[in-house]
T-cell receptor
Framework: DAGITQSPRYKITETGRQVTLMCHQT?????MFWYRQDLGHGLRLIYY???????DKGEVPDGYVVSRSKTENFPLTLESATRSQTSVYFC??????????FGEGSRLTVL | GENVEQHPSTLSVQEGDSAVIKCTYS??????FPWYKQELGKRPQLIID?????GEKKDQRIAVTLNKTAKHFSLHITETQPEDSAVYFC????????????FGSGTKLNVKP
């Protein structure tokens, strides 16, 4: 049972480059989320999705794009990376009620 | 949107003592309040949760209390052990068609042997 997996786990890129972080879940959970974790800010919601082809902004969506063509995948794209987007990114999934399950995280460094 | 505040940001206790972490939320429609533990370099993992129709819930050394009127909830850890050292996050969620979870800023708990 793979659960929820993220790739890449570590990524170094340069300012202005496009970066895509992948997220895949095997549970067929309806809801998927992207959070960023920064010291002092906890976990902040970037985007979320209630089902395939249904996405909406969270607290800090600027500079990010998401898509959800299939229930199991929820990629996050930084169209033009900035240094302020250096962070640890967590993908998560849940069913309608109950626990939020996190992936292992993707550490992104923007130089 | 929902705003969750968490205190303290750091907490240091002696092994065997109790630890209490407090959170407040702003949206009275929130009805699900989980607590997550995150060890260094790991993903957050659920340790206990409570729903709005319950005032208190216990699981061995961990308990959570909820005061809906005051819009605050707390995590209580008794008989702390060094392996309890981690960052703890509270969260609030409205469990309906828009199942968003909003997190507090985290509490770094250090249990000294």
């Amino acid at each position: 049972d793979a659960g929820i997996t993220q790739s890449p786990r570590y990524k170094i890129t340069e300012t202005g480059r496009q970066v895509t972080l992948m997220c895949h879940q095997t549970w067929s959970h309806s809801y998927m989320f992207w959070y960023r974790q920064d010291l002092g800010h906890g976990l902040r919601l970037i985007y979320y999705s209630a089902a395939a082809d249904i996405t909406d902004k969270g607290e800090v969506p600027d500079g990010y794009v998401v898509s959800r063509s299939k229930t199991e995948n929820f990629p996050l794209t930084l169209e033009s990376a900035t240094r302020s987007q250096t962070s640890v990114y967590f993908c998560a999934s849940s069913e309608t009620t109950g626990e939020l399950f996190f992936g292992e995280g993707s550490r992104l460094t923007v130089l | 949107g929902e705003n969750v505040e968490q205190h303290p940001s750091t907490l240091s206790v002696q092994e065997g003592d109790s630890a209490v972490i407090k959170c407040t939320y702003s949206d009275s429609a929130s009805n699900y309040f989980p607590w997550y533990k995150q060890e260094l370099g790991k993903r957050p993992q659920l340790i206990i949760d409570i729903r709005s129709n319950v005032g208190e819930k216990k699981d061995q050394r961990i308990a959570v209390t909820l005061n809906k009127t005051a819009k605050h909830f707390s995590l209580h850890i008794t008989e702390t052990q060094p392996e309890d050292s981690a960052v703890y996050f509270c969260a609030a969620s409205i469990q309906d068609n828009f199942n968003k979870f909003y997190f507090g800023s985290g509490t770094k708990l250090n249990v000294k042997p």
